[in-house]
């Protein structure tokens, strides 16, 4: 594949850390893994409110090859935009959960000014030849913002969440204008073949669109490309960070605290571990998850005082009442079943909100006999990607992954596939991961480990690009900035 010579220009609400150190979020983490390789401008949202907003100067930070560039919101901008428009509107929504989406025009009108906003202040950094690279459901409308403000050059949009289907999808009051401004870029891309063809059957279904060929799509006179570029990870760095001192301290940490009392050390004295890491979102499917290890705990009773179950769920969001009220319904599911199952010396479920660097949590997936992955909806899912790379090949664990999670498509040959809604589901996959003799862990993990060391977030960044570089032309494009 070829290195493309165009500077990168990349655009997302959240920008960095380039570090280590771990944020809780799959677009940070699948965007700097690739952009430590690539370089280019980072431009978004510095995560802090001022008096002056999307007016603020900006921050400038350099690390290594790439220039993280941020301006701050108002107050008024980070509730219209953020959480209102993006995180009670547009989430719910594209996550298929219409129950929980709400819709007003004040924040419709807010995040389209967000919107124009920071392709204004985005304008005077542009460079001729520079490939602008925009993310995620917080800018749909900026690709037609820049070019309404005369950017002309290449220009391309990742959609890291689900695209729902037409029939979800066309409850938004502003459906129509979002497809629309979409088609403003040369080259739309989802994370799985199932989202694009959700907005492709919207703008032939809704807007009169035409499919001309597998990946081109005429929309009036727009012709856009979409494409499926599946993101992953820097499974290579990865599996060297499950090997470092911290993830063994880590490691060795959780085998103590599964530690039978006064048992010996290795496999025998030991309870098998599940773990499970997630921002705390309804779309990650935590309360189903608790209800399938109760129900392990009941149909299977071997498991009674043998297995525990971490559950890492970093807070997120918490201003949205739905995340609030999850929280509730989490810590009061927990402490019920602890209260039901607890002995003097086992406590089945552990919960904790805290966050962990990238090191320690590989150390923890590497002491799990088995990852439970379970979204009700989920665009990609890297924790999945994560646990496979951080595995003992000598002793690899078990992933038990939902069937609406986009990594699924990539792991099913290896992971042990459940429907997250079905309790009894659940509690089966985890006996049988629980239970899988070591050959058929390993001949698993090496499906699996294969599709995340070729799927990685490197190959995801430069498979965009190379067909962003071309994509131009075909669609219609102008050239020059
Ligand atoms: P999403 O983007 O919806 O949050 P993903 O599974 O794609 O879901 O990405 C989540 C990322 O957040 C993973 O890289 C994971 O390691 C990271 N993460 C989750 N919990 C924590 C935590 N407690 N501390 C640090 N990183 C976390
Ligand atoms: O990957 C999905 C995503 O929504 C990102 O867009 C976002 O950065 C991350 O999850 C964490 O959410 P937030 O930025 O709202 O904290």
């Known amino acids: 594949m070829a290195e493309t010579q165009s500077r990168l220009v990349a655009v997302s609400n959240r920008v960095g850390p380039l570090s280590d150190e771990g944020q809780a979020g799959g677009l940070v983490v699948g965007l700097s893994d690739a952009l430590k390789r690539h370089g280019g401008l980072w431009f978004g949202w510095s995560g802090e409110t001022s008096a002056e907003g999307t007016q603020s100067r900006e921050k400038t930070e350099v690390q290594e090859n790439v220039e993280m560039t941020t301006i701050d919101l108002t107050e008024e901008e980070l509730k219209g935009f953020y959480l209102d428009y993006a995180n009670r509107s547009l989430w719910p929504l594209l996550h298929y959960r219409l129950d929980l989406a709400e819709f007003d025009r004040a924040s419709d009108r807010i995040y389209r000014n967000v919107n124009h906003r920071f392709a204004v202040r985005l304008m005077p950094h542009l460079r001729e030849g520079d490939l602008v690279w925009v993310h995620d459901y917080h800018f749909f409308y900026m690709g037609s913002e820049l070019r309404q403000a005369g950017y002309k050059g290449r220009l391309g949009y990742f959609l890291h969440i689900p695209f729902c289907s037409p029939e979800v999808f066309s409850a938004l009051p502003a459906s129509h204008d979002i497809v629309r401004a979409m088609l403003a870029y040369d080259l739309v891309g989802f994370q799985t073949e199932r989202d694009r063809r959700n907005f492709v059957n919207f703008c032939t279904g809704e807007l009169g669109g035409e499919e001309l060929d597998e990946e081109r799509l005429r929309v009036g006179d727009r012709t856009v490309i979409t494409r499926a570029f599946p993101i992953g990870i820097d499974a290579e760095a990865y599996a060297r960070f499950a090997v470092s001192p911290e993830a063994g301290e880590h490691e060795e940490m959780l085998r103590d605290i599964s530690r039978r009392r006064g048992a010996p050390e290795g496999e025998e004295g030991g309870r098998k571990l599940i773990v499970g890491v997630d921002r705390m979102d309804y779309s990650k499917g935590l309360l189903e998850r608790f209800y399938g290890f109760e129900r392990l705990l009941e149909d299977y009773p071997e498991n009674r005082g043998n297995a525990i179950f971490l559950q890492v769920a970093p807070l997120s969001r918490s201003e949205v009442d739905a995340y609030a009220d999850l929280r509730h319904q989490l810590e009061h599911t927990a402490g019920h079943l602890n209260g039901r199952f607890a002995t003097l010396d086992w406590t089945p479920l552990q919960m ?92 698993r993990w090496q499906v699996m480990r294969e599709a995340v060391f070729t799927g990685t977030a490197q190959h995801w960044c430069q498979t965009f690009l190379d067909r962003l570089e071309a994509s131009h032309d075909e669609a219609g494009g102008t050239g020059g900035k």
């Open 352 to 443: 904790m909100t805290r966050g962990f660097t990238r090191k320690a949590l590989a150390g923890i997936y590497r002491a799990a006999r088995v990852c439970l992955v379970t979204p009700l909806r989920d665009g990609m899912n890297l924790v999945a990607k994560e646990f496979v790379a951080a595995q003992d090949p000598d002793d690899p664990g078990v992933l038990v992954l939902s069937r609406f999670a986009g990594a699924l498509a990539e792991l099913k040959g290896g992971c042990i596939t459940v429907n997250p809604y079905n309790t009894d589901d659940v509690a089966a996959a985890l006996q049988k991961g629980l239970t899988m003799p070591l050959e058929e862990r390993k001949r």
